[in-house]
């Protein structure tokens, strides 16, 4: 079974950056997906960003294109997500998960990092 850590996250002010790494146990990733989801007190966990490994082909929703970025290193099986323009309503706690191949859901999730952005 795969695992997944996050880190990297913290507080920062308005206009800010953080970058968060969500390492994987494994060698390799072929033909899974990792996406990033956030989770604010009081609201249901939202999508933010994944990638293919297979090709790196990414998607983001709508409310942190522009500034965020995910990318992968194949070499050390790891996902980051660099956040940069940073507003208050970007405060949650980040979780990375995984898709396994032939899957629509993310079926292993990381234990999630806290970002906390002040304004």
């Known amino acids: 079974q795969v695992q997944l850590v996050e880190s990297g996250g913290g507080l920062v002010q308005t206009g800010g950056s953080l970058r968060l790494s969500c390492a994987a146990s494994?060698?390799?990733?072929?033909?899974?997906?990792i996406g990033w989801f956030r989770q604010a007190p009081g609201k249901e966990r939202e999508f933010v960003a994944s990638?293919?490994?297979?090709?790196?082909?990414?998607n983001y929703a709508d409310s942190v294109k522009g500034r965020f970025t995910i990318s992968r290193d194949i070499i050390k099986t790891t996902v980051y997500l660099q956040m940069n323009s940073l507003k208050p309503e970007d405060t949650a706690d980040y979780y990375c998960?995984?898709?396994?191949?032939?899957?629509?859901?993310?079926?292993?999730w990381g234990q999630g990092t806290q970002v906390t952005v002040s304004s």
């Open positions: 998960a995984l898709r396994p191949p032939m899957r629509i859901d993310y079926s292993v």
């Open positions: 494994a060698r390799t990733l072929y033909n899974c997906a």
């Open positions: 990638v293919r490994w297979s090709d790196g082909s990414t």
